[in-house]
């Protein structure tokens, strides 16, 4: 049995992660600000990783095979000082604590912002497609710029001080149950419910877009966890195949008969152009291939909405 330790597992990403390790089986602890809701598995660990003090009280006898570094701040806040010290200085103190109880892996949720394209910032063209882990980065705002030095400082303890972690650059994550980096998510959904009309993230029918299914985000965060070829590496995370907006609409249309779609949606990750990108890394180093296409995505949204889910908060 692994011990595994989520934090942020209250967010988008960590409450699926954390429904997929206790359903492995493993031992979950979650460490998070926030009070446990009855849908999140595991011992809830409650504390603030900007404060160290909290940590030691939370954490200070635990030790963990595993720790997955779920938190952020979701986007971009508007305060400076917020985002560095949630997230790098509070990511320093999680790699500080995984070097001391000597932790088997840690593995990072970074965005692939990190290369700069994040929807509150200008778009700039790739400078090839599809783009991989080797593609420059340029990070021109608070969030993506976090993001980048997120890995930095991962890394750096990697080589450093020899902490096994392996950064995984997420896509846009899609699925039902959005909160934090996917509260969108639950907005669309929404509206799927009213069934009268829906804005799409795409700015035109020609925008191409990449998504990546939380299932499959949650799934690739347990492979890294636990393969041998993963620590010291930056790895894409990516859905099967990137988007069209007309594909994205069409999807919808069939989902929901009658439903106006628009475009324009206030933010999109192309903002009209395209970006994609390449999970060959990962097959390569991990064998892993994501499985969810953004059709079954979309149509476990509706299931969910179908299902009462917006009614459970």
């Known amino acids: 049995m692994t011990k595994c330790l989520v934090v942020g597992g209250s967010g988008f990403v960590g409450r699926e992660l954390c429904r997929q390790l206790a359903d492995r089986g493993d031992e979950l602890s979650v460490f998070t600000r926030s009070d446990q809701p009855g849908s999140v598995p595991g011992a809830w660990l409650k504390g603030d990783i900007t404060k160290p003090e909290t940590i030691h009280a939370a954490l200070g006898d635990h030790r963990f095979d595993v720790i997955y570094h779920t938190a952020s701040r979701a986007g971009d806040t508007g305060d400076p000082v917020d985002m560095v010290t949630t997230n790098l200085l509070g990511l320093t103190h999680m790699l500080i604590y995984a070097r001391d109880t000597e932790v088997k892996r840690f593995v990072l949720s970074s965005s692939v912002s990190a290369h700069g394209w994040y929807p509150g910032a200008e778009f700039h063209p790739a400078d090839y497609l599809p783009v991989d882990e080797e593609h420059p980065t340029r990070p021109q705002d608070m969030y993506s710029s976090t993001k980048r030095m997120q890995e930095i400082l991962a890394l750096t303890f990697y080589h450093q001080y020899g902490v096994p972690v392996v950064v995984l650059r997420l896509t846009v994550v899609a699925g039902p149950a959005g909160r934090g980096g996917g509260r969108a998510w639950r907005t669309f959904a929404e509206k799927l419910k009213e069934g009268k009309s829906v804005q799409i993230f795409h700015f035109s029918p020609e925008e191409v877009c990449h998504y990546v299914d939380v299932r499959d985000v949650a799934r690739m965060h347990i492979v890294a966890g636990e393969h041998p070829n993963a620590p010291g590496?930056?790895?894409?995370?990516?859905?099967?195949?990137?988007?069209?907006?007309?594909?994205?609409?069409?999807?919808?249309?069939?989902?929901?008969?009658?439903?106006?779609?628009?475009?324009?949606?206030?933010?999109?990750?192309?903002?009209g152009g395209k970006i994609y990108f390449d999970m060959s890394k990962a097959k390569g180093l991990l064998d892993y291939e994501?499985?969810?296409?953004?059709?079954e995505t979309l149509h476990s949204i509706k299931h969910w909405v179908d299902a009462g889910g917006l009614d459970e908060g």
């Open 233 to 271: 590496e930056i790895l894409d995370c990516c859905g099967p195949t990137p988007t069209r907006g007309s594909e994205f609409a069409a999807i919808v249309e069939r989902l929901v008969p009658g439903i106006k779609v628009e475009y324009g949606f206030p933010w999109s990750l192309a903002q």
């Open 290 to 295: 994501p499985e969810y296409t953004f059709e």
